[in-house]
């Protein structure tokens, strides 16, 4: 089974900073996921990645795919109260989606 | 959002009584999951399902068992409940199962005493 690592686990900064979150893993992903989820919901889709070196934005969110497509990251620019949540990475592959254990994020106004 | 109902929402239960947890989506798709999420653990999955009466083992499945008689409902059993089986369950749903989107439920807050 694949694993997944995030980082960092917590993220508490103040509102209007900008900041990085990192998925990686050993073994090359076929696609990427980016999710949200926020207090005592499940968790929402915010983009798929597939191309190595890919980069997609989402309003104020840059996600990239590396070129080796064994890692990932997730760039919040001014970022503001509502974006807080779990971010949670997932590969999905021939089997069943695997996810990352989240990196907390708190934006703290 | 998609249509996906979890019941019960909340539960609270005895240590070796049986429990059902149900899913209800009316989105007609074929793939449903059952997930449970633990803090240090992140999502991990229980059981899935790839059609009626088709279903298959995930990560941590032992303890529980599932049954999909209809397209539309996905029910996980814990026969005799433990307290390591206080989490907070998430049933999903996919059209596909490679790389497509999964829509989440809200969850179900379980509490074995």
């Known amino acids: 089974t694949q694993l997944l690592e995030q980082s960092p686990q917590f993220l508490s900064i103040q509102e209007g900073e900008n900041l990085t979150v990192y998925c990686n893993s050993s073994s090359v992903f076929s696609s990427l996921q980016w999710y949200r989820q926020e207090p005592g919901e499940g968790p929402v889709l915010l983009v798929t990645v597939v191309t190595g070196g890919e980069v997609k934005k989402l309003k104020r969110l840059t996600f990239q795919f590396g070129d080796a497509r064994k890692d990932s990251s997730l760039h919040i620019t001014a970022a503001q109260p509502g974006d807080t949540g779990l971010y949670l990475c997932a590969q999905g592959g021939s089997e069943k989606l695997v996810f990352g254990k989240g990196t907390k994020l708190t934006v703290n106004p | 959002d998609a249509g996906i109902t979890q019941s019960p929402r909340h539960k609270v239960t005895e240590t070796g009584t049986p429990v059902t947890l149900r899913c209800h989506q009316t989105?007609?798709?074929?793939?449903m999951y059952w997930y449970r999420q633990d803090p240090g653990h992140g999502l991990r999955l229980i059981h899935y399902s790839y059609g009626v009466k088709d279903t298959d083992k995930g990560e941590v499945s032992d303890g529980y068992s599932v049954s999909r008689s209809k397209t539309e409902d996905f029910l996980l059993t814990l026969e005799s409940a433990t307290s390591s089986q206080t989490s907070v369950y998430f049933c999903?749903?996919?059209?596909?199962?490679?790389?497509?989107?999964?829509?989440f439920g809200e969850g179900s807050w379980l509490t074995v005493v």
């Open positions: 999903a749903i996919s059209e596909s199962l490679v790389g497509d989107t999964i829509y």
């Open positions: 989105e007609n798709h074929r793939y």
